[in-house]
């Protein structure tokens, strides 16, 4: 398989998949598009549909274009992986939450974008954005007290490559967390899948200048 990315610094939505399919040990070839370049439509319509990154192209040469739906489809294709929890009430629960950050909190990704090179602390702090925060904030401390984490369900899970992104926006930005949302924040940074995303936006030389300053 092929899983299309964009820059490793920015793209926060090519971030969950890769950071999923490394995890579990799901073998992959990556291909990278630098986003903001003139080209970077065209080169990622020469593999996905949408014009935009992720998509996971298959052996048979089938596509799949959105970070969630690839997390389905590699549950789908790897059954022998828990990548949602086994058992159903907290299999409902950890699609719930991973479907609100599928399509909320825009305030957040608006005005706390994902740079992992960069520290904007105190920065972007809209009341649309710390209401966003404050969300997510009780998301993690409900699913840690309900499950007993490490992770939000026990496990590291699609919920948790979900919400890594967000923890990269949190890195960055450095907004006020509950003791126990930082706590669960610090291990997402730490576990070993998106600690390679983290070495690898390190090192990446490409930079997009609107993404590098904030008033």
């Given at each position: 398989?092929?899983?299309?990315?964009?820059?490793?610094?920015?793209?926060?939505?090519?971030?969950?998949?890769?950071?999923?399919?490394?995890h579990?040990?799901?073998?992959?070839?990556e291909?990278?598009?630098?986003?903001?370049?003139?080209?970077?439509?065209?080169?990622?319509?020469?593999?996905?549909?949408?014009?935009?990154?992720?998509?996971?192209?298959?052996?048979?040469?089938?596509?799949?274009?959105?970070?969630?739906?690839?997390?389905?489809t590699?549950?789908?294709?790897?059954?022998?992986?828990?990548?949602?929890?086994?058992?159903?009430?907290?299999?409902?629960?950890?699609?719930?939450?991973?479907?609100?950050?599928?399509?909320g909190?825009g305030?957040?990704?608006?005005?706390?974008?994902?740079?992992?090179?960069?520290?904007?602390?105190?920065?972007?702090a809209?009341?649309?954005?710390?209401?966003?925060i404050?969300?997510?904030?009780?998301i993690?401390?409900?699913?840690?007290?309900?499950?007993?984490?490490?992770?939000?369900f026990?496990?590291?899970?699609?919920?948790?490559?979900?919400?890594?992104?967000v923890?990269?926006?949190?890195?960055?930005?450095?907004?006020?967390?509950?003791?126990?949302?930082?706590a669960?924040?610090?291990?997402?940074?730490?576990?070993?899948?998106?600690?390679?995303?983290?070495?690898?936006?390190?090192?990446e030389?490409?930079?997009?200048?609107?993404?590098?300053?904030?008033?």
């Amino acid at each position: 398989m092929k899983l299309l990315i964009g820059d490793k610094n920015y793209s926060s939505w090519s971030m969950r998949p890769w950071v999923l399919m490394k995890h579990f040990g799901i073998p992959f070839e990556e291909v990278g598009v630098r986003l903001g370049e003139p080209d970077t439509r065209d080169s990622i319509l020469a593999h996905s549909p949408s014009g935009k990154v992720p998509c996971l192209i298959a052996d048979d040469g089938s596509s799949v274009w959105d970070s969630l739906a690839i997390a389905e489809t590699l549950a789908e294709r790897f059954p022998q992986h828990a990548m949602w929890p086994r058992d159903p009430i907290r299999r409902g629960h950890a699609r719930c939450v991973s479907a609100e950050m599928h399509s909320g909190f825009g305030d957040l990704r608006t005005n706390m974008w994902m740079n992992i090179r960069a520290s904007f602390p105190g920065k972007g702090a809209t009341p649309a954005a710390l209401a966003d925060i404050a969300r997510v904030d009780e998301i993690w401390t409900d699913c840690i007290c309900d499950y007993g984490g490490p992770f939000l369900f026990g496990d590291f899970s699609i919920a948790d490559a979900m919400y890594a992104p967000v923890v990269m926006r949190f890195n960055t930005w450095k907004p006020a967390l509950s003791e126990m949302a930082a706590a669960y924040a610090e291990r997402v940074t730490q576990e070993p899948s998106v600690q390679a995303w983290i070495q690898d936006a390190l090192q990446e030389g490409h930079a997009i200048g609107y993404y590098d300053n904030v008033a």
